[in-house]
């Protein structure tokens, strides 16, 4: 996509910001015509509405469902036609960002606090594309950042609580010096869980507590994911099971 297409400045870019734009505009060559797309939320996945609403400008036809009030905002400035929340959807493919990815594209999410509609969308896509920038690949999940859990406000220390069997002490997330709230009126409990050993295990037992909503982990969701630098992108698949 060019910058007119945009209207990004690629001179403004920071490596990190190359990288997360390079993935984005990749992104698109998957949505077929006709396609019914889950739309991720977050600063790479802009790149990928952007450079999906110049599609849609010049005649793709797509239906989306957004996984945050501001990805649906920014699809309806781009024009991008959304599907009922409150229907059942069958997508084709859903594209987001993560947090971090392991070699085996498992995934950290939630840094943007919507990792709950986030999850809901991938499982309901036939294809679940992960757009990262070459930064946010790790050995391990978990080593360079805590692992956000959405939980009920109701009880929340009680939650926090059991959630220190994972980790170190949960943290109530806050932003501008008031708890944050999730589009679905949760709060986040960030769990600082070092190198987690069995993604897959983790995942399941923390959605065991009583008031944990979702957690940030993903595993076994991504089949492809699209590594961006300020080079041009690597794209992995997952092998087959
Ligand atoms: C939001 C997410 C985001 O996809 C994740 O935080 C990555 O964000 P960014 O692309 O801005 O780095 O999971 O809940």
């Known amino acids: 996509m060019s910058s007119s297409a945009s209207g ?14 390079a993935a984005g505009e990749a992104a698109v060559d998957w949505v077929r015509d006709g396609a019914r797309v889950g739309l991720g939320t977050g600063s790479t996945v802009k790149y990928f509405l952007l450079a999906l609403g110049a599609r849609v400008k010049d005649g793709l036809r797509v239906q989306g469902v957004p996984t945050s ?17 409150h229907e059942l959807w069958t997508l084709d493919v859903a594209v987001d960002g993560a947090d971090e990815i392991d070699p085996r594209l498992d995934a950290i999410k939630g840094g943007g606090g919507a990792l709950l509609r986030e999850k809901i969308v991938a499982a309901a896509a036939r294809t679940f594309i992960v757009l990262v920038d070459h930064t946010k690949c790790v050995p391990a999940l978990g080593a360079s950042m805590p692992l956000p859990v959405e939980v009920t406000p109701f009880g ?19 932003r501008q010096g008031k708890v944050f709230e999730t589009d679905g009126g949760n709060y986040i409990l960030d769990l600082p869980v070092r190198a987690i050993d069995d993604p897959a295990r983790l995942e399941a037992q923390i959605n065991l507590i009583p008031g944990v ?17 300020p080079g041009g992108v690597q794209i992995k698949h997952r092998a087959a099971p």
């Open 8 to 21: 990004h400045d690629p001179r403004a870019d920071t490596s990190q910001d190359a990288g997360k734009r």
């Open 69 to 85: 009030h501001d990805t649906a905002e920014l699809a309806r400035q781009l024009r991008i036609p959304l599907l009922p929340e």
């Open 156 to 174: 929340w220390p009680n939650t926090a609580k059991l959630l220190r069997a994972f980790g170190d002490e949960p943290a109530l997330r806050t």
């Open 213 to 229: 909503v979702e957690n940030g982990l993903f595993v076994n969701r991504a089949s492809t994911v699209i590594i961006g630098a």
